[in-house]
């Protein structure tokens, strides 16, 4: 029977907004994790919002496959009897399973796997923490033994529907305004800066309660056995980021630990995806992987061995709306195709009354999600990193755009991904754009 136990931490709606990914926040429990562990600097999201992403991480297959293309608490479940989830998956092999916080990949937490669910006072980190906590104390006064799986999630850093920005301030306490670093994909306007601002006090709150989990192993002689794997679902919610599938969307933070499996204070290079995450760690425990995972372990690479993927791919199906895209991306390139063009700007940003910024009153930003841009595009990560210039009609990157038009249709075919049989570009009619447009404050 397999000695090591696993903890997955899932954070929301944080995208790689943590200092060991170049960030001004500040995340020293995430340092001190990232000089114990690994970080894997260029890792996706399969989804762009909660529980499509979710599902990847537990099932190690895509949305489409597993069944999970939209929201839990709009109707979508994983489908468990084709898919078992990782809970289920290590029950099997011994694992007593544990879920703290919430869940967000099916109804009924049962029916992935968990056979004990720990109630906190509410899913914000602290009151999870703290429940986490005294349930890893008593174990070991108990002197209980085999091996366990705990999943935890928290409601950090996830926008709470509280005005001005979301973010709950008698939890976080906003930062210092000149230590705002506004990412290349997001509009650089005040507003943002003042979200941001609240944002990084959320992370703050969130890095303090992890780093409590972190001094709890220590103290219970866990950490030498135990993996702790933290991650987030999906890109942070910002405009270009959660909810679209561009890297401010669906590029996110994974960091992990595994005393004597993988090397300390490694940085992994290689791209990763959230469906690797069940391979990984059916690699680092020695156990048999399931039939029918799509994803790979990155466990090579990140005890430096070459090798690794060449292409991530990426999917979105329903959001707040059906709005189907996939995506291919390199090291450098991304292809997007998109199957449906026919909404209107409020439909684009799911969490657009969140923000402060009413960002339909910018034209620039109009203009880029107008129902006028090509159902295709095509971005240089190293010269556009913000992905706002689409290439899609440049000549002199056609062979770019044949390689990853062609990866993204084998992927297709043989993930037997219905999005192949999708034809059905409607624009908005140009009158009606321009006439929403061109509205005056007011109107």
């Excluded at 099997?92 to 919430?102: C, E, I, K, P, V």
């Excluded at 709950?168 to 305004?177: A, F, G, T, W």
């Amino acid at each position: 029977m397999p000695r090591t136990n696993v903890i997955l931490f899932t954070a929301h709606d944080l995208g790689d907004f943590l200092s060991t990914y170049g960030h001004p926040t500040s995340t020293p429990s995430f340092e001190r994790f990232a000089r114990e562990g690994i970080v894997c600097e260029r890792h996706f999201s399969q989804g762009t919002v909660c529980s499509p992403s979710r599902g990847s991480i537990v099932t190690g297959c895509y949305p489409h496959t597993n069944g999970l293309m939209g929201l839990v608490h709009r109707g979508w479940a994983l489908d468990v009897s084709r898919r078992p989830a990782l809970p289920s998956l290590l029950r099997a092999h011994g694992y007593r399973t544990h879920l703290f916080g919430f869940q967000h990949e099916h109804y009924d937490a049962e029916s992935l796997g968990y056979q004990e669910r720990h109630a906190a006072a509410n899913h914000h980190a602290d009151h999870v923490v703290d429940e986490l906590l005294a349930w890893l104390r008593g174990r070991r006064r108990s002197r209980t033994d085999g091996p366990f799986f705990i999943g935890v999630g928290t409601a950090e850093t996830h926008r709470i529907g509280m005005n001005p920005s979301g973010f709950k301030h008698e939890l976080y306490e906003p930062v210092d305004r000149d230590r705002v670093l506004v990412p290349p994909w997001m509009p650089d306007i005040p507003e943002i800066r003042e979200d941001l601002v609240d944002f990084y006090g959320c992370i703050a709150f969130l890095d303090r309660q992890f780093g409590r989990l972190l001094d709890a192993l220590d103290e219970t002689g866990l950490s030498d056995r135990t993996i702790v794997l933290f991650t987030t679902d999906h890109g942070a919610s910002f405009l270009h980021g959660k909810a679209s599938v561009y890297d401010g969307g669906v590029k996110v933070a994974l960091q992990m630990r595994a005393p004597g499996l993988l090397p300390a204070g490694r940085r992994v290079g290689a791209l990763t995806a959230h469906i690797d995450v069940l391979p990984t760690l059916f690699d680092l425990l020695e156990l048999p992987l399931p039939a029918g995972i799509e994803g790979q372990s990155f466990a090579a690479q990140a005890r430096g061995e070459e090798g690794g993927r060449r292409f991530v791919f990426g999917e979105k199906n329903y959001t707040n709306y059906y709005d189907p895209a996939r995506w291919v991306r390199t090291s450098r390139f991304k292809y997007i195709r998109k199957g449906l063009c026919t909404n209107v700007f409020d439909f684009v940003i799911p969490e657009l009354e969140l923000q402060r910024a009413d960002f339909r009153r910018l034209r620039s930003v109009w203009d880029f999600y107008s129902p006028r841009r090509h159902t295709e595009e095509l971005y240089d990560l190293e010269t556009d990193p913000g992905e706002r210039r689409n290439l899609i009609a440049d000549a002199s990157r056609s062979a770019q755009l044949a390689e990853l038009r062609a990866a993204l249709d084998r992927h297709l075919e043989a993930t037997d991904d219905p999005f192949r049989f999708l034809r059905n570009d409607l624009p908005m009619p140009r009158d009606t754009y321009e006439a929403v447009r061109n509205r005056q404050p007011g109107d």
